[in-house]
Nanobody
């Protein structure tokens, strides 16, 4: 059973930094895309950043230049370095993996979410 385990959330002051990690555990042959979404109270879940197995990245406009997504394919782990955090970055951040190939199955998976709170 594949699981995505997130870590690194917390409380930080505006202008500070946090680093999120998400590790996929289980027998995994490949993962097409790994990424981070976030959901603030009363708002829809939105894509923050994603990275393919080949290293191509895509960022939400509001985080470009402040957030950096990276990936360790050997460890099936994705990271999100968040710098110059703003109060509007406050949300629950979810890790997502799409196109995951495991023995006998292919699918998409979500982590349980980690809270990021940025105080002004």
């Amino acid at each position: 059973q594949l699981q995505l385990v997130e870590s690194g959330g917390g409380l930080v002051q505006a202008g500070g930094s946090l680093r999120l990690s998400c590790a996929a555990s289980g027998i995994i042959f490949s993962i097409k895309t790994m990424g981070w979404y976030r959901q603030a109270p009363g708002k829809q879940r939105e894509l923050v950043a994603q990275i393919t197995s080949g290293g191509s990245t895509d960022y939400r406009t509001s985080v470009k230049g402040r957030f950096t997504i990276s990936r360790d394919n050997a460890k099936n782990t994705v990271y999100l370095q968040m710098n110059s955090l703003k109060p509007e970055d406050t949300a629950v951040y979810y890790c997502a993996s799409t196109g995951v190939v495991t023995p006998g199955e292919r699918g998409d998976y979500w982590g349980q979410g980690t809270q990021v709170t940025v105080s002004s």
